[in-house]
């Protein structure tokens, strides 16, 4: 059984169109991340969603809307995508509070070209 | 301001050695936690450890083991007898409670184990 799982593994896309990650979870846990992995294996959180409500937001351009239709999901919709986008993005779910370990997703390869 | 180091950007090593990743945080809070992911070629991040730091135990963990000293601010990480399976990136990462969860990583090291 696969625990947090996206979907899907690689995208290659033109710039300019708007695209979606989806991630689920089937951890029972109560909050969910995105993360953005650069072409140096930099990490950085972009998003936290706690029970469907965002918690984090780290400076992230407003053409990067996540959504969690319920707590087990949180999807990542990109408009209007750039060259520089092109990443790795990776999902993850924690238990609430702590901080928790994070469990992560495979990530999913994104390439604009 | 939360800060992870990982001032060893690639490691070398020959099979059967023993390596020692660094890392370096800087917190001003008393409450928090470490950990250590692995991400190997496959590119999948891995759990290895997660640590509190009013728990200044070593772990191990068969050939694994973490040496946490809070005076040097240092969550070091120890493969013994290396094997090739372990060439990965281990990237240590920083929490604290209040922050919403947000764990900061260092920069990984990339471990390369030859024959």
């Known amino acids: 059984d696969t625990a947090v799982s996206q979907t899907p593994k690689y995208l290659v896309t033109q710039m300019g169109n708007d695209k979606s990650i989806k991630c689920e979870q089937n951890l029972g846990h109560d909050t969910m991340y995105w993360y953005k992995q650069d072409s140096k294996k930099f990490l950085k959180i972009m998003f936290s969603y706690n029970n469907k409500e965002l918690i984090i937001n780290e400076t992230v351009p407003n053409r990067f809307s996540p959504k969690s239709p319920d707590k087990a999901h949180l999807n990542l919709h990109i408009n209007s995508l750039e060259l520089g986008d092109s990443a790795v993005y990776f999902c993850?779910?924690?238990?609430?509070?702590?901080?928790?370990?994070?469990?992560f997703g495979p990530g999913t390869r994104l390439t604009v070209l | 301001a939360q800060k992870v180091t990982q001032a060893q950007t690639e490691i070398s090593v020959v099979e059967k050695e023993d390596v020692t990743l660094d890392c370096v945080y800087e917190t001003r809070d008393t409450t928090y936690y470490l950990f250590w992911y692995k991400q190997p070629p496959s590119g999948e991040l891995v759990f290895l450890i997660r640590?509190?730091?009013?728990?200044?135990q070593n772990e191990i963990s068969g050939r694994y083991s973490w040496n946490f000293q809070k005076s040097t601010s240092s969550f070091n990480f120890t493969i013994t007898a290396s094997q090739v399976v372990d060439s990965a990136v281990y990237f240590c990462a920083l929490g604290f409670t209040g922050g919403g969860n947000k764990l900061t990583f260092g920069t990984g090291t990339q471990l390369k184990v030859e024959l």
């Open positions: 640590r509190n730091s009013f728990d200044e």
């Open positions: 993850a779910s924690s238990q609430a509070g702590g901080p928790h370990t994070q469990y």
